[in-house]
């Protein structure tokens, strides 16, 4: 098993190469850029559908899909109004910056704003892959349960913002909050958290604010 | 990248022959295992929290529990009343065969019919790893959502018996069931399925009767 280790180190540092490439791309063109990465279902394609269908008229945007098969969320992006592109792992359990790289040359940059990189369902092995996005947002979601701070600690360490989905559940599961962020907060101290429900909208506007000026404090800082 | 496609396929035939190895050892001592996978918080745990308290006074149980970090997971099957074991995988994203030829070693085999291990909660990994169970059981869960077995295909056509969980939520969720019973159906025509909700009980009798006779059927044809 030892031998394998070196293996990985290498590819892991390729990748991290690549995601730089990335990263200088999207600042070049001057795009915005975020990977949504979450426990398949959390709702990552749902609060891209909201986010994209609310600041289509404010914002130029963009949807990276990844996805072991199908391209039904890339077809979701689209219906409310974004640019999309899927990705297909073809097994994979995460996507790469070696995947970014290819998607990226799909799309028109110079006419985008911000882009959405919607990562595979999962809440281990995405943590371990730099994109080259400038911010990594954690979709958690209320039936999951609170306890997954506590047994997912890398995904929960690596991200910048954290959206709590599906509120609207909360008179319907037992979720104790105060357990959860307690969890957060040890791994994350300070961590910036949006609570919200696509279903209802209830937080959509807090988080759509926040997006909005991120966008506009990166292009005004370039 | 090519390089490292030797070396993957060298530890999964290794992995294959531990759980040769495993199989042996659990046919050896009569005991009956299933090897639960899910997304994390469709309700592995509170499943197997319900199982053991019902089932109890009829089966001598036992749980591997495993999870990246914490043994909140084994502490609750040990609480309702199992023997309990849990794997720490400190990164890893799945559980292999040498993780369960280790947690095997802890457990007084010999006094115990059924063994449930709870894999890491993952819909893509954890379906690469044979461990030696005796059949493979998918935890699915309704605020998930119905496209799950879509884009998650390995994992749908690898396991033996699918459980549905929280059908309790379906009022307040959308959840198209004609739909995702089309792509079950797809990957894995005539998938032993049960659907259930821990929360309220619904359902659980037959999943608990289907149990107890396929521990029966297999003490019997030892």
């Known amino acids: 098993m030892t031998k394998t280790i070196p293996v990985v180190e290498k590819i892991l540092s390729a990748n991290d190469r690549i995601a730089l490439d990335n990263r200088q791309r999207l600042d070049d063109a ?124 890398g995904m929960y360490r690596g991200v910048q913002t954290l959206v709590v989905n599906k509120i609207d559940l909360l008179p319907f599961v037992p979720f104790d909050m105060a357990y959860f962020q307690r969890g957060v907060s040890i791994l994350n101290p300070g961590l910036n958290t949006f609570t919200l429900s696509c279903t209802t909208g209830e937080g959509m506007e807090a988080w759509l604010s926040w997006l909005v000026a991120q966008v506009e404090s990166y292009q005004h800082t370039r």
Chains 1, 2 share one sequence.
């Open 30 to 153: 001057g795009v915005f850029s975020l990977n949504f990465m979450a426990s398949p279902g959390a709702g990552k394609t749902s609060l891209i559908e909201q986010t994209v269908r609310r600041l289509a008229g404010t914002l130029r945007l963009a949807v990276i899909d990844g996805d072991i098969a199908t391209s039904l969320d890339a077809e979701r992006a689209e219906a409310a109004g974004a640019l999309s592109v899927q990705i297909n792992t073809g097994g994979d359990c995460h996507l790469d910056a070696i995947m970014l790289q290819a998607a990226l040359t799909q799309l028109p940059l110079d006419d985008v704003d911000l882009l959405i990189v919607e990562n595979v369902g999962n809440l281990v092995c995405p943590a371990s892959f730099q994109l080259g996005t400038h911010q990594s947002v954690l979709i958690a979601s209320i039936p999951e349960g609170a306890d997954k701070p506590y047994k997912y600690p």
